[in-house]
């Protein structure tokens, strides 16, 4: 009897272990982008909630609205699947640019945005807003074609935003 209910428990925890393991991965899912493996639109949401309910962090905090410029050309031009290579570049490139700590998601389409924290002057707004855009100055190599792409890219301070509406709006308008 011992036996048989060590080996139930055993069983037990392996598939509690498993339900665990696949709870995490549908997280995961939810959270991200496929293409990119980027947080997504409702994950960024999140993240933008939590920094206007702490008060210190919304004072020190920007968003960067990123979008890519003549993406639809480059899907014309290349095809779909030279278009995601560029999506997923993109995303490479802006994870790159930024501090560990900051935040960047694909919101839609050739949309990304970023959160940045700890920011406490513009000049260093500036500063990413420029390392940003060089991202862009060496193609991305598909197929033996060199693809050349930009973005264009707007920057609003949590702190002069009434809403995460109203910083989305501001970033995307600048």
């Known amino acids: 009897l011992n036996t048989v209910f060590n080996q139930l428990l055993e069983e037990i925890h392996h598939w509690h272990n498993q339900l665990q393991s696949e709870n995490s991965l549908l997280n995961y899912q939810v959270q991200h982008d ?5 947080p997504n639109r409702n994950y960024f949401h ?5 920094k206007f309910e702490n008060p210190i962090q919304r004072n020190m905090s920007a968003v960067i609205f990123i979008d890519n410029n003549n993406f639809k050309t480059i899907n ?14 993109t995303a490479n490139r802006l994870k790159s640019s930024i501090r560990q700590h900051d935040f960047v998601a694909r919101l839609s389409g050739d949309e990304f945005a970023i959160i940045l924290d700890s920011v406490s002057e513009t000049d260093y707004l500036i ?3 420029e390392k940003l855009i060089k991202t862009c100055e060496k ?7 060199e693809i050349y792409f930009s973005f264009s ?5 949590t702190r002069n935003a009434e809403s995460i509406e109203d910083v989305m709006s501001q970033a995307d308008q600048a």
């Open 76 to 89: 014309d031009k290349y095809g779909h699947l030279a278009g995601d290579e560029v999506l997923k570049e």
């Open 127 to 129: 500063s990413i807003a």
């Open 46 to 50: 999140q993240m933008l909630i939590h």
């Open 34 to 38: 496929d293409l990119t493996q980027l």
């Open 153 to 157: 890219l707007g920057i609003a301070l």
């Open 139 to 145: 193609p991305v190599y598909y197929q033996n074609e």
